[in-house]
């Protein structure tokens, strides 16, 4: 019914910049909150950064101003600019977005299948 599909996770050197697209399609009747996930190895999958579809921020403290998550709601898309990357933002990122969707419109919760980013020290 809603898929999310994610691009742009890659392999990085320390200090370098990767951003991160998350395109929603399907069935979608409106988009609540965007954001983004991380998983890294032995670890437990949390939250990177959200907005909501006003805008409203969030962000993990570790991230704070390395970051930034933005949203084009018109396409349905988020987005996450990562700058000054360091090897322990290496991990599994993946795109959440909370949603009204269906033919009888429900609420869902959908994440996509991850995008990994791999940063070199």
């Known amino acids: 019914q809603v898929q999310l599909v994610e691009s742009g996770g890659g392999l990085v050197q320390a200090g370098g910049s990767l951003r991160l697209s998350c395109a929603a399609s399907?069935?979608?009747?409106?988009?609540?909150?965007m954001g983004w996930y991380r998983q890294a190895p032995g670890k437990p999958r949390e939250l990177v950064a959200a907005?909501?579809?006003?805008?409203?921020?969030n962000y993990a403290d570790t991230v704070k101003g390395r970051f930034t998550i933005s949203r084009d709601n018109a396409k349905n898309t988020a987005y996450l600019q990562m700058n000054s990357l360091k090897p322990e933002d290496t991990a599994v990122y993946y795109c959440?977005?909370?949603?009204?969707?269906?033919?009888?419109?429900?609420?869902?919760?959908?994440w996509g299948q991850g995008t990994l980013v791999t940063v070199s020290s």
């Open positions: 959440n977005a909370h949603t009204v969707a269906g033919t009888t419109p429900r609420y869902l919760e959908v």
């Open positions: 399907g069935s979608i009747f409106s988009i609540y909150t």
């Open positions: 907005i909501t579809s006003g805008g409203r921020l």
